[in-house]
């Protein structure tokens, strides 16, 4: 197995082949692989360096192989393997199950004897954290899907003049971005890139509910929603058009997040979410918001 990468020879951290002879090289005899992709590879030493402030600390040059019969979930970690037979049985900690399985590039290469429960499991601290990303990133999202074209171009420029950048006329930048979607034969139609969220609204105001324009336009009922708090930002969202989403609600909830609206605001979505301990989903919350203010009854 090689244990380091170079990607002009043809081989990364974790290429299995088999040693089919040796090479001569300034008196030197190298070894002679052929990897499992069919290349024959000689190899020669690479050099591992150490660093610390910048300044180099420690070096070692060897040939980069090792034996493959063999290793541990730990010593696994962060190489790219063909194919490997493993046993997670005696797995004893979380996530060591994920380290394992993720080393192979695809399932014919894996060869799995069994497994236990640990194997499998995520450490509760990593699923907590998980839990706040998402609702961190679904409050994001809600927010500048709530902003107006003006501050969202105000807000890209900002950040794109901090990084150092220039901001190109819009004209120009649409033209390069078909001209690179041409170039690789990606399909494009000018309405659909410019209007991406206008199927949506069609569908919408034939009276269709969240889910079903989910399953018809192939998207996540979160993504579905967000193509509303757009059109509602961009004012082609009417109260005809969402009245008959009220249903997606059961008695009393809308008034309830209403409510809880007037009390806490409706920019943070996390805290009309944590006011009710989780008892409505965001997607709920969101979709109350765009009705927010149309007439409920």
């Given at each position: 197995?090689?244990?380091?990468?170079?990607?002009?020879?043809?081989?990364?951290?974790?290429?299995?082949?088999?040693?089919?002879?040796?090479?001569?090289?300034?008196?030197?005899?190298?070894?002679?692989?052929?990897?499992?992709?069919?290349?024959?590879?000689?190899?020669?030493?690479?050099?591992?360096?150490?660093?610390?402030?910048?300044?180099?600390?420690?070096?070692?040059?060897?040939?980069?192989?090792?034996?493959?019969?063999?290793?541990?979930?730990?010593?696994?970690?962060?190489?790219?393997?063909?194919?490997?037979?493993?046993?997670?049985?005696?797995?004893?900690?979380?996530?060591?199950?994920?380290?394992?399985?993720?080393?192979?590039?695809?399932?014919?290469?894996?060869?799995?004897?069994?497994?236990?429960?640990?194997?499998?499991?995520?450490?509760?601290?990593?699923?907590?954290?998980?839990?706040?990303?998402?609702?961190?990133?679904?409050?994001?999202?809600?927010?500048?899907?709530?902003?107006?074209?003006?501050?969202?171009?105000?807000?890209?420029?900002?950040?794109?003049?901090?990084?150092?950048?220039?901001?190109?006329?819009?004209?120009?930048?649409?033209?390069?971005?078909?001209?690179?979607?041409?170039?690789?034969?990606?399909?494009?139609?000018?309405?659909?890139?410019?209007r991406r969220?206008?199927?949506?609204?069609?569908?919408?105001?034939?009276?269709?509910?969240?889910?079903?324009?989910?399953?018809?336009?192939?998207?996540?009922e979160e993504?579905?929603?967000?193509?509303?708090?757009?059109?509602?930002?961009?004012?082609?969202?009417?109260?005809?058009?969402?009245?008959?989403?009220?249903?997606?609600?059961?008695?009393?909830?809308?008034?309830?997040?209403?409510?809880?609206?007037?009390?806490?605001?409706?920019?943070?979505?996390?805290?009309?979410?944590?006011?009710?301990?989780?008892?409505?989903?965001?997607?709920?919350i969101r979709?109350?918001?765009?009705?927010?203010?149309?007439?409920?009854?």
């Amino acid at each position: 197995m090689f244990t380091k990468n170079n990607f002009q020879r043809g081989f990364v951290n974790g290429t299995i082949g088999v040693v089919i002879g040796f090479d001569q090289y300034e008196d030197e005899n190298y070894p002679i692989v052929r990897t499992r992709q069919g290349r024959q590879l000689t190899v020669q030493p690479m050099e591992w360096i150490v660093e610390e402030n910048g300044e180099i600390v420690a070096r070692v040059e060897q040939i980069p192989l090792r034996l493959a019969w063999a290793m541990t979930i730990h010593k696994s970690q962060g190489i790219t393997l063909d194919e490997a037979f493993m046993d997670l049985s005696g797995a004893f900690v979380e996530g060591q199950g994920y380290v394992a399985l993720s080393r192979v590039k695809t399932l014919d290469g894996l060869h799995l004897a069994g497994y236990n429960d640990k194997a499998l499991s995520v450490h509760p601290l990593v699923s907590e954290h998980d839990d706040i990303f998402r609702q961190l990133s679904n409050e994001v999202e809600s927010t500048h899907a709530n902003l107006n074209k003006e501050q969202l171009v105000r807000l890209h420029s900002n950040f794109i003049t901090t990084l150092g950048g220039s901001i190109r006329p819009e004209k120009e930048t649409k033209d390069a971005e078909i001209i690179e979607l041409k170039k690789h034969g990606a399909p494009f139609h000018r309405d659909t890139y410019e209007r991406r969220s206008d199927q949506t609204l069609g569908l919408i105001c034939e009276g269709k509910t969240i889910a079903e324009v989910s399953k018809i336009r192939g998207r996540t009922e979160e993504t579905i929603i967000k193509h509303l708090e757009g059109l509602k930002a961009s004012d082609k969202l009417t109260t005809d058009n969402i009245l008959h989403l009220k249903t997606e609600f059961g008695d009393g909830a809308m008034s309830e997040i209403h409510d809880a609206f007037n009390k806490l605001g409706i920019e943070r979505l996390k805290l009309i979410y944590d006011h009710f301990e989780g008892r409505h989903s965001y997607k709920s919350i969101r979709l109350a918001r765009l009705l927010v203010s149309f007439p409920e009854n």
